[in-house]
């Protein structure tokens, strides 16, 4: 079944009855398991073009057997509901576990707390607990009256109702707004104290800056699982600009490797996927990560691409 029409992802299992699928994910589990973990996350499209190509991706990523998944919050946190019936779809049509992603922006602590009470209710047993990016146009991040003014308290927030695996953000560059990536590292270990049972990390391209916050981190934290984030190399181009638009770092070896073939697009993409799978396997055998988080971009083919080549070389 198909998300119902444009704008609206509703579908007829949302607040589904007892004896639904639940779609819990306690990671806790599954770290300790010692098996690597495999997730993948996707985004609310913008129109139905976007709609059809997200259930493609879901259905076609479902048989390689990920963990769990997750489905980000629109900027601004306005359509939260995009969010939650992204993440009943998945559990509905591929019994795979999804996360939501719940930001601070727009809500009081009521409503949070209302939130919170809708997903639990549409099997939702896990939340990624963020501050959120400013609306677009903002210079910096405003809290709202009466909500959470920084992720740390959203977290306790979430991890004070009980019912919820909580995740957060990491930043091995260090978040752009912090004073140095030690200081944001800082954050972070303050983080798993207010109760993140995981870290998902933005996307990054150099693994020393990963070990370097793994190192500072279990220094006081020396549980804290943080999962790699992945952004698979298929467009050079798209992939500076995204990571010039959150200021993450590009290695001058990568630019060195990229920037002469970025206007050949096949040759960009094959150097730019083996590249990716070399990091996810020096990520797995050599930096103790975890698991993957690949950032899908609502596409199946890099994802599922990076999966069984890590596969083929027995690293999954």
Not at 110 to 115: G, P
Request: net charge neutral; hydrophobic share 35%; charged share 25%.
């Amino acid at each position: 079944m198909a998300f119902s029409g444009p704008g609206d992802f509703r579908t007829p299992w949302l607040k589904r009855g007892p004896g639904s699928f639940n779609g819990g994910v306690d990671p806790r589990k599954l770290f300790a398991s010692g098996r690597k973990t495999l997730s993948f996350e996707f985004f609310p499209p913008k129109d139905e073009k976007g709609r059809h190509l997200l259930e493609d991706t879901i259905l076609s990523l479902a048989p390689i057997g990920p963990d769990f998944t997750s489905v980000t919050d629109k900027v601004g946190g306005s359509q939260r509901h995009h969010t939650q019936e992204i993440c009943a779809y998945i559990m509905e049509k591929t019994r795979i576990p999804a996360m939501a992603h719940l930001t601070c922006l727009g809500a009081t602590r009521a409503d949070l707390r209302r939130i919170l009470d809708d997903f639990h209710g549409n099997g939702i047993r896990a939340v990624m607990a963020l501050r959120g990016d400013p609306p677009k146009g903002a210079a910096h991040f405003t809290p709202t009256p009466g909500g959470c003014n920084y992720s740390g308290e959203l977290i306790e927030l979430v991890r004070a109702d009980g019912r919820f695996a909580v995740g957060c953000a990491s930043y091995p560059d260090g978040h752009p707004e912090a004073a140095s990536a030690q200081a944001d590292w800082n954050v972070l270990a303050d983080k798993f104290k207010r109760g993140a049972d995981f870290s998902v990390t933005q996307c990054f391209f150099d693994n020393d800056g990963y070990s370097r916050m793994l190192d500072h981190l279990r220094a006081t934290e020396k549980e804290a699982q943080v999962i790699p984030g992945i952004l698979p190399i298929t467009n050079w181009k798209s992939v500076k600009r995204f990571c010039e638009a959150c200021q993450s770092h590009v290695p001058p070896r990568l630019r060195a490797l990229l920037d002469p073939i970025e206007d050949d697009p096949v040759a960009c993409r094959r150097v730019g996927m083996e590249t990716t799978i070399r990091q996810c396997e020096d990520l797995l055998l050599r930096r103790g990560a975890p698991g993957l988080h690949i950032y899908s971009l609502n596409r199946s083919t890099a994802a599922a691409e990076i999966v069984t080549s890590l596969r083929l070389l027995n690293v999954f």
